[in-house]
């Protein structure tokens, strides 16, 4: 599983060394999670509505004192990384009450519950014909489910959302329990048909329960769950939640790939979790030097990963030349040493970006059909084996 429903590209960090391009890759689908985060900034607009935070208010406080926090904290707050206008935010919360608003992806937290009653049901299904007829009774929820999660889409209404959230749990805790107790009458030892209907019962059961813990926290009280925490598929239990820029979270793998100037890649690493782009500028450098023996005497790289730090060790690894598609605080005399170069370094970067799209388009890597973190691995590298053996057929000797 490489992403699971929609596609969004993310950054590429591209090293170039002679010719070294090191690129980070990642693919999923939305998720409706943002991050709110204070940036100091000394030159704030005088016309903005005034706001202290000190000022007491005589209304009761009913909403997320973590969002109030935020709000109030001094400097312009940004989300996924965009700066906003501080007052319009406040403003938005203040008419909401402080609550969390769900309007962007509501249907996110009911995927989870509506795929989980639909694989209870089709197990209890299978349990009947194992059992000829001798299970227990049980009623499906299966067109309750799917008609609450509907109804929690287009809802915009938060406390009708809520309503229907509890109902959709309590149908699928109730389905639960029909499958706990099917599988609790089950015989152990009738087929290897009905071994096998007991191995995904026991796999599915506890990622159930969480799933339904975790809708409770987040839905019903309001909690934030930390990402490692999250549960974001039931069948691709390896997924990672990927944030990049002010793009929609998605769900997927990191990857991070090595270039050169032939266009071969040199180095693949699929990460966990969502490292930051800057940390990962001087690992893929320390890797490339251990496989080829040196440093490149050249990189271009994204502006993600431009950091004064990342700047000095690259230089001191034997970097020459270090060029960041965006400068963020550094002069093109600190990185390269010539205006020329520089630009060269950077149109190198932007022409990689073509090679990742046939990577993608032609080789398969926008989407893994393989299910399985280990089978996730091998598709990842069959593509890009499948795309350098291409890419060398096509190559002349120099």
């Not at 109730?174 to 096998?196: D, K, N, R």
Request: hydrophobic share 40%.
């Amino acid at each position: 599983m490489f992403i699971r429903r929609r596609i969004r590209d993310g950054k590429w960090l591209i090293l170039a060394a002679g010719a070294v391009a090191f690129a980070f890759v990642f693919c999923g689908s939305g998720l409706s999670c943002a991050a709110v985060s204070a940036e100091t900034n000394s030159a704030a607009s005088a016309d903005k509505p005034s706001h202290d935070p000190m000022t007491p208010d005589p209304t009761p406080f009913n909403g997320s004192p973590e969002i109030k926090t935020r709000l109030d904290a001094p400097g312009k707050p940004t989300i996924a990384g965009e700066r906003l206008h501080d007052w319009l935010l406040r403003r938005f919360y203040i008419a909401h009450g402080y609550q969390t608003v769900w309007d962007g992806h509501p249907e996110e937290a009911t995927r989870l519950l509506w795929d989980a009653v639909r694989v209870m049901v089709r197990l209890l299904r299978q349990a009947d014909e194992l059992s000829a007829g001798a299970a227990p009774a049980w009623r499906s929820h299966r067109r309750l489910a799917k008609k609450r999660a509907l109804a929690i889409k287009y809802s915009r209404s938060p406390a009708e959302r809520i309503k229907l959230y509890r109902e959709l749990i309590a149908a699928t805790r109730t389905t639960l329990g029909h499958l706990q107790t099917a599988a609790a009458q089950m015989p152990t030892s009738a087929s290897l048909a009905a071994e096998a209907w007991q191995a995904q019962v026991r796999h599915y059961q506890p990622l159930i329960e969480r799933i339904m813990a975790q809708c409770e926290r987040r839905v019903l009280r309001g909690e934030t769950v930390p990402a490692q925490e999250k549960l974001v598929s039931l069948f691709e239990t390896h997924a990672d939640i990927i944030l990049k820029g002010s793009r929609e979270p998605c769900y997927g793998h990191k990857l991070n790939l090595t270039s050169g100037r032939s266009g071969l890649i040199l180095d693949l690493v699929i990460e966990t979790g969502n490292p930051a782009d800057s940390e990962r500028f001087v690992p893929m450098l320390d890797r490339h030097i251990t496989f080829y023996g040196s440093a490149p005497r050249q990189a271009a790289a994204d502006g993600g990963y431009a950091t004064r730090d990342n700047l000095d060790q690259a230089k001191a690894r034997g970097v020459a030349d270090v060029a960041f598609h965006k400068k963020r605080g550094l002069t093109i005399e600190d990185m390269v040493k010539s205006h020329w170069v520089y630009r060269k370094l950077r149109n190198f970067r932007a022409g990689i970006e073509a090679g990742i799209s046939c990577l993608k388009r032609a080789y398969g890597l926008a989407r893994s059909t393989w299910r399985g973190l280990a089978h996730f691995k091998a598709y990842v590298w069959s593509s890009v084996v499948a795309y350098n053996l291409a890419l060398l057929a096509r190559l002349r000797p120099a």
